[in-house]
């Protein structure tokens, strides 16, 4: 039954239940989906902290963004493709409903010269700790406040973005990095008078994923950005890392703080009322020593557009001879069982459909713990979802590539969908690869590959993270990396909440 067909872009409802495929013309046209509804979060208040410079810099940027921004390139009649991909700002207020604060309701500025020494310091556990504390203990101060922050927006400087990271290595750095026999006396508390905080052992080293974890105990959604990324004009074309223009970061920008203010930029037209999509997150363990253990996270989405994180057990999941991940059947039906028990906790809506996207393989035993945990009379479908790095590629006659939304059904239970390709709303292509495809096998259930496609595609339209018109994977598998790492490099964080805004 080989066929390839091109399926059509998934719609997206904004107010006043009007349509579209982008969500920046959405945007502009309607408004926000929650604009009229009792939830709509308003005007956005946020802290801000960072460095005397951080603050000086978002705050010149905060201006551009209560205003419509024009890319020069507009300007320019011979850019009349890139003036389709990076489509003017029309305002805060004009794509949210509310008008935008140009000045943070509080703000909080760290000592500089203190937090770069820290992130210089030669012990990768301890420059990650320090920096973050930094930030810790304003964003502490900020929950503490009468005043009640929808985001808290953290401007990082770039040598710490650079220096906190798991493979950075620091050139001329301060201090002693310690041993491995240290580290585990500092976990075991051997001696009574030992100089090391053993917290900072059982944390990530990345700076971004520890900040993420911890935070989460003072109930704030956190927005981080770099100093550099704060640039309040279009970007050259010798810039160093490669910039968008300026409209395009006032778009990703305002619609993750809307987002993680509470709002609903936008959600799924083609969404069906009682399906939801789990994506389950294998990470290996960060411990080391530890090869085999890792942990399972599986992120809900719902047809709001909603997303739900929890965590499972930590266990002998990973198999060096495959290179893959499978929980025990008992692990299985415990991780679906409890995100279903928080799904209940949050929403509440009968469910009639379960959809389970996973990367690895999931095996008869995994599949019949994920059986026993499902409420009877709810359908269950297992999907193999990844990218087909190694295999298969499409190519057509011209110059551009293959068109995003290209379905290859191969059989009635397997199939290549491109995600990334050529955009027709925008009549470019917006990669530089060879557009990759998503391969998808229906391992475990009963479903039609074309329906399975079409729900995967318009799952790339759901990162409010930023503001495009889809990503080249769906959100259940898109940022299955960034909620493993945060939660599976923090193993001993008191508090995970079960909103996704806090994980991205």
């Not at 389709?84 to 794509?95: C, R, S, T």
Request: hydrophobic share 40%; glycine share 8%; net charge negative.
């Amino acid at each position: 039954m080989s066929a390839i067909e091109v399926l059509p872009e998934p719609l997206l409802e904004f107010r006043h239940r009007q349509q579209l495929a982008d969500p920046k013309a959405g945007l502009s046209l309607f408004g926000a989906v929650d604009i009229d509804e009792p939830s709509w979060p308003g005007k956005v208040p946020y802290a801000l902290i960072g460095t005397p410079n951080g603050i000086a810099a978002f705050q010149r940027f905060a201006e551009c963004l209560a205003d419509p921004v024009v890319s020069d390139m507009h300007l320019n009649q011979a850019e009349a493709v890139t003036r389709q991909l990076w489509p003017a700002y029309p305002g805060f207020d004009v794509a949210f409903g509310g008008a935008w604060a140009k000045r943070a309701a509080w703000s909080r500025p760290i000592d500089e010269a203190k937090l770069l020494k820290a992130a210089r310091h030669n012990d990768k556990f301890r420059r990650a700790y320090d920096t973050t504390n930094f930030y810790l203990r304003e964003i502490k101060l900020a929950s503490e406040r009468d005043e009640k922050f929808g985001v808290i927006l953290c401007v990082v400087p770039d040598e710490v973005w650079q220096n906190c990271r798991p493979l950075s290595r620091i050139k001329d750095g301060e201090g002693i990095a310690t041993s491995k026999r240290e580290r585990d006396m500092a976990r075991q508390q051997i001696e009574l008078l030992t100089p090391y905080y053993p917290e900072e052992y059982d944390l990530s080293v990345d700076f971004r994923r520890q900040l993420k974890a911890r935070a989460m105990e003072h109930r704030v959604p956190i927005q981080l950005i770099r100093e550099s990324t704060l640039v309040p004009r279009d970007t050259t074309r010798d810039d160093p890392r490669g910039l968008s223009p300026l409209s395009d970061r006032a778009w990703n920008l305002s619609t993750a703080m809307y987002y993680k203010s509470g709002g609903k930029p936008w959600k799924l037209a083609s969404a069906r009322e009682g399906v939801c999509y789990i994506g389950l997150a294998f990470r290996q363990s960060e411990l080391e020593d530890d090869s085999r253990t890792a942990c399972c996270a599986a992120q809900m989405f719902l047809d709001t557009g909603d997303g739900i994180v929890f965590q499972g057990e930590f266990g002998p999941w990973y198999s060096e001879e495959d290179n893959s991940f499978h929980l025990s059947g008992a692990a299985a039906e415990q991780l679906l069982h409890g995100i279903l028990a928080e799904y209940r906790a949050l929403d509440g809506r009968p469910l009639t459909e379960i959809f389970l996207h996973s990367r690895s393989t999931i095996s008869a035993e995994e599949w019949s713990g994920y059986e026993r945990a499902c409420p009877a009379g709810v359908k269950l479908v297992g999907i193999r979802v990844r990218r087909d790095d190694d295999g298969m590629r499409l190519y057509r006659g011209g110059e551009w590539p293959v068109l995003r939304g290209t379905l290859w059904t191969v059989t009635e239970r397997f199939g290549y969908l491109w995600a990334s390709g050529f955009k027709p709303t925008f009549l470019s292509y917006d990669g530089w690869e060879v557009p990759v495809p998503i391969r998808l096998d229906i391992e475990h259930g009963d479903a039609e590959i074309r329906q399975v496609a079409e729900d995967i595609l318009g799952l790339t339209k759901l990162n409010y993270n930023s503001c495009k018109l889809g990503d080249s994977a769906p959100v259940t598998v898109g940022f299955s990396d960034q909620v493993g790492e945060i939660l599976i490099g923090n193993p001993k964080i008191a508090v995970r909440l079960p909103g996704f805004r806090y994980y991205i």
